[in-house]
């Protein structure tokens, strides 16, 4: 994962991408986990990520080393915030019905003099996303360890998730403390439509979506 993005600059309709690491706890703990990996990538097109999927080079080789892979086709609902100074998702947007399934992606730099207070309040909280009502998976992962963190978790429903950020106590605190302390140089918030997924995560497929109309 480590040399591979120099490959990736030269991919053909590729617009934006992140290779993320995660923690050894779920991913949400400090320390790494060597054994799993996150790809975030944004495409011009659905034909060029069919390209890159289905015969890259640097792909099959990520192939070649894994026991399971998950993922996830989606299209952006809403987000806002920056990653690395742009929002990558900042183009036509869909619709989805609140009953619907959703992945809410949560990523931050955070204040290298903030990193204490981030990881006593925000890493333990984020942990208990994965046993929310509703929630079907959830990871946490990171460009960078300790300061550059990410969530990813997919829910039920938009209904399902949105419970879980307004009515519980210790998530409704954090996010008080973040803005009261600006904890983060640069933060992103994007809610996605799951228009499929297909592979294997910790055994199961968590998504259990079918292919959208």
Do not use: C
């Not at 060029?48 to 999927?53: M, V």
């Not at 009515?167 to 992103?188: A, G, N």
């Not at 809610?191 to 292919?211: A, H």
Request: glycine content about 8%; cysteine-free; aromatic content about 12%.
């Amino acid at each position: 994962m480590g040399t591979a993005q120099q490959p990736l600059r030269r991919v053909a309709g590729l617009r934006f991408a992140k290779l993320l690491g995660s923690g050894a706890t779920n991913g949400f703990g400090a320390l790494p986990n060597l054994h799993r990996y996150g790809f975030m990538a944004v495409w011009e097109s659905e034909a060029a990520a069919e390209e890159f999927f289905g015969r890259h080079p640097l792909w099959q080789q990520f192939r070649q080393r894994t026991t399971d892979i998950w993922t996830a086709r989606l299209a952006p609902i809403k987000s806002h915030g920056l990653w690395d100074g742009v929002n990558p998702f900042d183009y036509a947007t869909e619709t989805a019905d609140a009953d619907a399934p959703v992945l809410v992606l949560t990523r931050a730099s955070i204040r290298l003099l903030k990193t204490p207070r981030f990881w006593r309040y925000v890493a333990p909280v984020s942990a208990t996303i994965a046993d929310a009502p509703g929630v079907r998976a959830a990871i946490g992962l990171g460009e960078l360890p300790i300061v550059r963190q990410a969530t990813v978790s997919l829910w039920d429903s938009a209904r399902a998730m949105q419970d879980y950020a307004y009515r519980s106590e210790k998530h409704k605190e954090v996010i008080r403390l973040t803005r009261q302390e600006d904890w983060y140089s640069e933060e992103m918030f994007a809610r996605f439509r799951v228009l499929s997924t297909e592979g294997v995560w910790d055994g199961s497929g968590p998504g259990g979506v079918q292919e959208a109309p």
